[in-house]
């Protein structure tokens, strides 16, 4: 019998950034009313039709907010996961499921999983201060991560040789080997409560080495069939041992060898997956929405290839945002802004994104970099 879709279900996110903006814009999609809890001013504030002004981090808070939901949802790790725990155990469906969350915390615990269920990841270390660092110098060059509250490059330092120590962190981490890179790649994976699976075509992932944050992405990346097929049966084997309802972000290293390691893994909308409201049929927002409420995954392929730039603060400025720039590239062909709405600027602050599609990925490369050059984010 065929199941009926209500767009009474009462679905809640914990987070209201511009993640969660952009999973309301695909929820009136689908008719559903997202009830969103973050701090006051955060971005979803003023567009949320239900916003609950909260702490996502606090016990009582988050349990408050669930309560009478049928389904509860993250846009953030960084959240309360007894809190879930304790909602599960009173029936709200959470996806990602509080397990999954907890593991995800926790870099360490994420190195142990692929280990154990046989995905490769870079060779690793596990540190419970300084003091396990200086013991480690042969282990270097290494790149050392905070196992918990790191985010967008920040709790990631490189520690190339033992006269680098004194920069490392002193607190529980991972020191990973240093992999010599020759892409960076990403895949979204989706799994709904009845075990369907999607992937998105592999992206490919250009970083600003100064503030540590994807400046590129192209779509679809630049990789031989066979580093596709693998990154992707890779990423279902991840989300199937979670065991997890959602979509989850894979990032990958492909070392200049040709071998693919995992990085690490978010589950919810991502960075790597904004190009796919204009490129690809179904954007990640929309197969979060479907997979979480046990709807039919969406077709995942590429409409057009395309390039997305993260509209980042300007370097050496502060205060009220301003688009500078904005008119011109508006002007042109395939160029798609998206304006987080953040009153404040700061330098590295994602600001917004800008996706550029065309039928040739050359072409759509080159504008991209004429939308760079052009538009710039000040803080006055
Ligand atoms: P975050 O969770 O803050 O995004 P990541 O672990 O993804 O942190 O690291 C941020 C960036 O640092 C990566 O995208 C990559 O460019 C670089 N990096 C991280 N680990 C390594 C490594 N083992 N070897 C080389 N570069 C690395």
Not at 169 to 193: G, T, Y
Not at 273 to 285: A, D, K, L, V
Not at 293 to 312: C, Q, W
């Amino acid at each position: 019998m065929n199941s009926t879709f209500s767009t009474d279900l009462k679905i809640g996110v914990l987070g209201g950034g511009q993640l969660g903006r952009m999973l309301i814009q695909a929820a009136i999609d689908l008719g559903i009313d997202l009830k969103i809890m973050d701090e006051e001013n955060a971005p979803c504030s003023q567009y949320a039709a239900h916003f609950t002004c909260g702490d996502i981090r606090n016990h009582e808070e988050v349990v408050e907010f669930g309560k009478n939901l049928d389904i509860l949802t993250i846009e953030i790790e960084n959240v309360n996961v007894d809190a879930l725990k304790e909602l599960e155990s009173h029936g709200v469906n959470v996806y990602p499921q509080p397990n999954v969350i907890e593991l995800i915390q926790d870099k360490g615990l994420q190195k142990q999983f692929y280990e154990k269920i046989g995905v490769p990841t870079a060779p690793y270390k596990l540190l419970k201060d300084i003091t396990d660092l200086e013991t480690e110098i042969e282990f270097l060059p290494a790149v050392q991560k905070l196992r918990k509250g790191g985010y967008d490059g920040k709790g990631v330092t490189a520690i190339e040789s033992g006269e680098n120590i004194q920069n490392g962190f002193d607190a529980p981490s991972v020191l990973e080997k240093f992999v010599d890179l020759d892409k960076e790649l990403s895949v979204i994976v989706s799994r709904n409560n009845k075990g369907e699976i999607t992937t998105f075509p592999v992206v490919e992932q250009e970083f600003n080495p100064e503030a540590n944050l994807v400046e590129f992405l192209f779509s679809p990346a630049d990789i031989t069939t066979a580093i596709q097929e693998q990154a992707e049966a890779y990423a279902i084997k991840i989300i199937e041992q979670l065991d997890m309802v959602g979509i989850l972000a894979v990032e990958f290293f492909l070392d200049r060898s040709g071998n693919l390691f995992v990085n690490e893994v978010a589950p919810r909308p991502h960075n790597s997956g904004h190009q796919t409201i204009e490129g690809n049929y179904t954007s990640q927002f929309q197969q979060h929405l479907r997979a979480i409420s046990g709807l039919p995954p969406g077709a995942t392929e590429i409409i057009l290839p395309s390039v997305m730039i993260n509209l980042l603060g300007e370097k050496g400025s502060e205060g009220e945002a301003h688009y500078e720039g904005l008119e011109e590239i508006l002007k042109w062909k395939g160029v798609y802004p998206h304006i987080y709405g953040k009153s404040i600027s700061k330098p590295f602050r994602k600001m917004g994104h800008i996706t550029v599609v065309n039928k040739d990925l050359t072409e759509a490369k080159k504008l991209a970099l004429k939308v760079k050059e052009t538009i710039r984010v000040i803080g006055k």
